[in-house]
């Protein structure tokens, strides 16, 4: 009870924090800054992803990234793919904002330190992030559906 009591306050402000430029809201500054390493978008992504932690209540499922996440959803619903692409496509402007509906979007925790790594090389002019999100996305299980179309499992040579 006291360490949720003591979780409360910083929730609050990471949550807050997403009305904010990323690392703009002094509040959320003693619960990210500690654990920032660097500057520019490497502080900015720090920023963005203690938000989304707190978004979701502190969920963390290692091995389990927002791309997965998203391809269990679109069993659901077929805007998910829609957004998904959009995320995708995403420049530093539309990130924070594309991330918030994403992460809001799915159910269950995610493995929130890699999405950490992930959005450090996001913007890669090789965009390698992307394509392995995509793949992460796109591929799966013989008979899966997702777009519309049967997925086939890659096969490794």
């Known amino acids: 009870m006291k360490a949720q009591k003591a979780w409360t306050p910083a929730r609050a402000a990471l949550r807050r924090s997403l009305a904010f430029p990323l690392g703009a809201y002094p509040k ?3 619960y990210v800054e500690p654990f920032v390493e660097g500057e520019g978008w490497k502080r900015e992504a720090h920023y963005l992803v203690a938000a989304l932690y707190a978004l979701k209540d502190g969920a963390h499922q290692e091995g389990r990234t927002l791309a997965q996440a998203m391809r269990e959803k679109t069993r659901d619903s077929g805007n998910v793919e829609k957004r998904f692409l959009a ?4 420049d ?3 990130i924070a904002f594309r991330l918030r509906q994403a992460v809001g979007l799915v159910e269950g925790g995610l493995d929130f330190a890699r999405l950490l790594d992930d959005l450090i090389g996001w913007f890669s002019p090789e965009r390698r992030v992307q394509a392995r999100w995509a793949r992460e996305f796109y591929g799966g299980d013989l008979g899966t559906k997702v777009g519309g179309k049967s997925e086939e499992k890659e096969v490794e040579e």
Not at 87 to 90: I, K, Q, S
């Open 28 to 30: 959320a500054m003693p």
């Open 87 to 90: 995320l995708l496509d995403a």
């Open 92 to 94: 530093r402007d539309q």
